[in-house]
């Protein structure tokens, strides 16, 4: 039998109709039985997604806050060690990208600890492109467990071809599980596949894959998806005869993640076969061990479930062995991390909701430096992709570790010519999809621009001026941007359209610590380059550095016990289909960027 701490007792039981029943432990961990008929099998799934080469803890200045995959390895080991339940580790993807790890070492080190850890499946995100196929290639044949995608097509003749399965069975307690992933449609937009490499529609690949895995006989069917979470809930609604997607790429945190309570930890929604689809995701670096222990009667449906996600502190106990081999995969890092190259006297502002959202001072001064470094070929206009900002600098010395870590990518500056009509294109462009955090937010120098939200998205920039004159429609204007967007990324295909385009070959990374080292002590501000209109944002607004476990609160201050009893009262009598417990707005308030920006 489950063991249960000592500290985790039982607060109170509630009955939700349709033969469901509500208890709710002290820790904010609750169970759902969804009807009163006896589990034929139970099973513990443990997931995580968003890795994007957290090796180490997410640090808020010198203080460690979350995640270390020393620490999950412990937490990891306990669990399976304390329960006697069948348990399956899985990951939904973006492992690749984020720290000087995945500069220093292509993903390797993390493989390394993915594998020690017992890793069962992993879904392939769209970072994991991020330098072409062969680091892919490498990952997959020295991964000691499947690495999946049932949407990507790959041609004959790439290193590629034969090694990405769309699918796996893994046996626990004699029930076949099956699993199936998903990729990004956009991947060959965002990220850095290569020719041969196509994606296909999710939804379809969706629909043959649970096709083609009941035919071979699973007793239950799992999506292992990098798609985001909106993306999820469609699935979740159209496609019949899973039971289960656990998640990634839109760094959605669930509550008891987040202090908003919404989305709940799980969401169940109804498929379209009427029965319960369990939704999880597990935010983002290693922050949380999503841990979920599911019930299913004899048809593979499930019946009971109980959700209790752990926070990975600092507390927690470490795994020895691992930290010794971080010490030495640390050291060639600690050497680039440690040369100082300037200073700057406020924050720069690079958490991933602002420079996604608004303008922020990085961005100002990434931009300002693009600018510098080219006007003596012409540019007046810079133009940088806020997805392209990986993380924020803290007042004081400025490193080359750190300046890496914010422009992780190695790209280059690149010029092109536009017609002020294409600026504003581009403009456009950026601001399309700010309501779902998308990368292309435009971080700008050289020029200023309003718009308003309320607009149709290919129309939403309602001012622009350069040089403090309006833009003139007509008229040639050189702009410095990068060579991930001069190819068309984030969706600039505008600048794909534009004449004499030039990669300079100035890596963007060096470019910025040159400028750093001129201009220090840094002191940038906000200086209303980008302004809203007379509509207001939707996105709300969010602190300049986040912290951890407290999120903004969109979505007013619901009770774990309101959103739990919710859950459950949506399960109808005769075992009807069972609704998403928060309303559709909260979906829209709650849910992070489904646009995941990688180069």
């Not at 390797?108 to 499946?121: I, Q, S, V």
């Amino acid at each position: 039998m489950e063991k249960i701490s000592r500290r985790r007792f039982l607060k109170g039981t509630v009955a939700l109709g349709a033969g469901a029943l509500l208890s709710i432990y002290s820790d904010g961990s609750f169970r759902l039985a969804l009807a009163q008929e006896n589990p034929v099998f139970r099973m513990r799934v443990l997931h995580t997604n968003d890795h994007h080469a957290r090796i180490e803890p997410v640090f808020s200045g010198n203080n460690p806050v979350h995640g270390g995959v020393s620490r999950r390895k412990a937490l990891i080991d306990k669990i399976r060690r304390e329960t006697a339940l069948p348990t399956l580790l899985v990951d939904a993807g973006d492992v690749f990208q984020g720290t000087l790890y995945f500069n220093q070492y292509n993903g390797m080190a993390d493989l390394e600890f993915y594998n020690a850890m017992g890793y069962e499946a992993m879904a392939i995100g769209n970072h994991e492109f991020d330098k072409g196929p062969q680091a892919l290639v490498d990952f997959i044949t020295r991964a000691n467990f499947p690495v999946l995608s049932a949407n990507i097509s790959v041609a004959a003749g790439n290193p590629l071809a034969g090694l990405i399965k769309p699918r796996t069975i893994i046996e626990k307690d004699g029930r076949k599980i099956g699993i199936f992933s998903l990729t990004p449609e956009d991947t060959g937009v965002l990220s850095n596949a290569g020719p041969g490499v196509s994606f296909t529609s999710a939804i379809e690949a969706a629909r043959q894959q649970v096709a083609a895995l009941k035919a071979e006989g699973v007793f239950t069917i799992i999506a292992l998806t990098h798609v985001g979470i909106n993306v999820d809930r469609q699935i979740a609604r159209e496609v019949g005869g899973m039971s289960m997607i656990v998640g990634g790429h839109s760094h959605t945190p669930m509550a008891p993640m987040n202090n908003v309570k919404t989305p709940p930890y799980p969401e169940l929604i109804a498929g379209p076969d009427g029965k319960p689809v369990v939704v999880v995701t597990d935010w983002e670096w290693g922050r949380w061990l999503g841990d979920i222990t599911v019930a299913f009667n004899a048809s593979g449906t499930v019946i009971d479930l109980q959700g209790n996600p752990t926070e990975i502190v600092p507390s927690l106990t470490a795994d020895q062995g691992f930290e010794n081999r971080i010490a030495v995969f640390r050291g060639p890092i600690e050497q680039l991390r440690a040369r100082v190259v300037g200073s700057t006297a406020v924050e720069l502002d690079g958490s991933r909701t602002n420079v996604r959202s608004r303008e922020t001072n990085l961005g100002n001064l990434i931009a300002d430096a693009m600018l510098a470094k080219t006007r003596n070929s012409g540019a007046t206009i810079a133009i940088m992709n806020g997805g392209g900002i990986r993380t924020s600098i803290p007042t004081g010395p400025v490193t080359v570790g750190q300046i890496l870590e914010v422009l992780p990518f190695g790209n280059t500056l690149a010029l092109v010519t536009l017609t002020g009509a294409q600026v504003i294109e581009a403009l456009n462009n950026g601001v399309s999809q700010v309501e779902s955090g998308a990368g292309r937010f435009p971080q700008v120098a050289g020029i200023r621009f309003t718009y308003d939200p309320s607009l149709p998205a290919s129309g939403r920039v309602t001012s622009v001026t350069v040089g403090g004159s309006p833009i003139d429609p007509g008229a040639d204007y050189i702009v410095v941007t990068n060579n991930f967007l001069l190819a068309g990324g984030d969706g600039y295909s505008v600048f794909t359209r534009g004449r004499n385009q030039v990669d300079t070959g100035f890596i963007l990374a060096d470019v910025v610590e040159e400028y750093i080292a001129a201009n220090s002590p840094l002191n940038p501000a906000v200086d209303g380059r980008i302004a809203v209109g007379a509509a207001p944002v939707t996105t709300p607004a969010q602190p300049t550095t986040p912290t951890p476990a407290t999120l903004p609160n969109t979505g007013g201050a619901l009770a774990p016990l309101a959103w739990l009893a919710g859950l459950g009262a949506a399960a109808l009598a005769g075992g009807a289909a069972l609704q998403r417990s928060a309303a559709e707005s909260h979906e829209k308030e709650a849910a992070e960027a489904d646009v995941e920006t990688v180069h």
